[in-house]
């Protein structure tokens, strides 16, 4: 059974900084393009990043760019995501997701539970 | 970038009603749309790929067309499970920009 299980979120101040992990089991891991989707509260989805199988080549909306990275470890089975430079419009449920399939352009059929980020002075 | 704008915001519908949400690429996404259905608190769930292929275990009333860069969902016979939000998601290319979303109620 497919799982992804994201951690690390919490409340921060204005400017700080926080690392998300997913922690992903069931499947093959290292075969599979990552992403990331935030849900700020009451709001709609949004697409945040997303990273190759073997970490080589990432991309992020225009909203987080310059300010998160999206990395991954295969050995440990987990995708992470470091954001810097937070801000209030930050704050957000964070989920990780696992395409379909392992090609790079693939709908998005597992989702973790996601972990709440709250940006706050 | 690519933008995704669905319609209508919300609809409200009587149990059994036929319904459409309507989903526009501002350019060419080929098939590239997938439809995602999310119930209050839960995570989102994928109901449709490739713009009209349907998930396994997605109920038969719900079916997807378009191609290009109009693209619709329709549930045939509404019924009270199927309240939720529903959005569209463009997969062609980074950024995998979602629709607004349709917030779908029961009269």
């Known amino acids: 059974e497919v799982q992804l299980v994201e951690s690390g979120g919490g409340l921060v101040q204005p400017a700080g900084s926080l690392r998300l992990s997913c922690a992903a089991s069931g499947f093959a891991f290292s075969s599979y393009w990552m992403h990331w989707v935030r849900q700020a509260p009451g709001k709609g989805l949004v697409w945040v990043s997303r990273i190759n199988s073997d970490g080589s080549s990432t991309s992020y909306a225009d909203a987080v760019k310059g300010r998160f990275t999206v990395s991954r470890d295969n050995a440990k089975n987990t995708l992470y995501l470091q954001m810097n430079s937070l801000r209030a419009e930050d704050t957000a449920v964070y989920y990780c997701?696992?395409?379909?399939?392992?090609?790079?352009?693939?709908?998005?059929?597992?989702w973790g539970q996601g972990t709440l980020v709250t940006v706050s002075s | 970038d690519i933008q995704m704008s669905q319609s209508p915001s919300s609809l409200s519908a009587s149990e059994g009603d036929r319904i459409t949400i309507t989903c526009r690429a501002s350019?060419?996404?080929?098939?590239?749309l997938a439809w995602y259905q999310q119930k209050p608190g839960k995570v989102p769930k994928l109901l449709i790929y490739a713009a009209s292929t349907l998930r396994s275990g997605v109920p038969s009333r719900f079916s997807g067309g378009g191609s290009g860069t109009d693209f619709t969902l329709t549930i045939s016979s509404l019924q009270p499970e199927d309240v939720a939000t529903y959005y569209c998601?463009?997969?062609?290319?980074?950024?995998?920009?979602f629709g607004q979303g349709t917030k779908v109620e029961i009269k």
């Open positions: 997701a696992r395409p379909v399939t392992v090609a790079g352009t693939s709908p998005l059929q597992h």
């Open positions: 998601q463009k997969y062609s290319s980074a950024p995998g920009t």
């Open positions: 350019e060419g996404i080929s098939t590239y």
